[in-house]
């Protein structure tokens, strides 16, 4: 089975600021999707940026990028000028590629990132 | 444009009664889902349909029930509710092409005593 692990709890920075969320994954196939999904305290889930392990090139979405190793496994984000309203948890995930689409997403446990004003 | 829309917001049930989670989306989409979140977890899957009449198993099925006799509606059913049922839960769903984004709803809070 697939795990997804996300190995802080917990990150914190000043606003303005460039920080990293770190991801790492254990699966044994080759085709995949991974994921940065936003949970305010709205509750809402909301889609950040979105990755296919099959492009080499690496996903950016404006203040939002990240840094896919494949061989590594790991898939962090990088949010850069932060801002007050990128404060949430940031959950990372995978989906692995099937021709039906049927698969769930495996989440990671979660980042909860704060912003210093 | 209602996106995904899950009812009710918020629910309390005892333990051993039952009830129904309502998801109803007005995408076309062919693909839907549901998932509840524990404290200090991430999401994980309960059950999935790929459209109307087939319904499969996530990763933590035991003690709910779904169908699907719609493209628009997949309601999620609580026979007997348990404490440990006490969660959040969302209903998501995408087209079925295999990279499509997933749509979630709000969300339910379910405390179950």
């Known amino acids: 089975a697939q795990t997804v692990t996300q190995s802080q709890p917990e990150m914190s920075v000043q606003e303005a600021e460039t920080v990293t969320l770190s991801c790492t994954y254990d699966t044994s196939e080759s085709d995949y999707y991974l994921f940065w999904y936003k949970q305010p305290p709205s509750r809402q889930m909301i889609l950040v940026i979105r990755q296919e392990a099959y492009k080499q090139q690496n996903a950016t979405e404006n203040r939002f990028s990240v840094n896919f190793q494949k061989a590594a496994k790991s898939f962090s984000l990088k949010i850069s000028d932060s801002q007050l309203g990128d404060a949430a948890m940031y959950f990372c995930a995978y989906r692995k590629y099937s021709g039906g689409g049927a698969d769930g997403l495996t989440f990671g446990k979660g980042t909860h990132l704060i912003i210093q004003p | 444009n209602a996106g995904v829309t899950q009812t009710p917001k918020f629910q309390v049930l005892k333990t051993g009664q039952s009830m129904t989670l309502q998801c109803a989306q007005d995408?076309?989409?062919?693909?839907m889902s549901w998932y509840r979140q524990d404290p200090g977890m991430g999401l994980r899957l309960i059950h999935y349909?790929?459209?109307?009449?087939?319904?499969d198993q996530g990763e933590v099925p035991n003690g709910y029930n779904v169908s699907r006799s719609t493209t628009e509606d997949f309601p999620l059913r609580l026979l007997s509710a348990a404490p440990s049922q006490t969660s959040v839960y969302f209903c998501?769903?995408?087209?079925?092409?295999?990279?499509?984004?997933?749509?979630f709803g709000s969300g339910t809070q379910l405390s179950v005593l």
């Open positions: 998501a769903s995408r087209p079925s092409g295999a990279r499509e984004k997933l749509f």
């Open positions: 349909s790929v459209g109307a009449g087939i319904t």
């Open positions: 995408m076309n989409h062919e693909y």
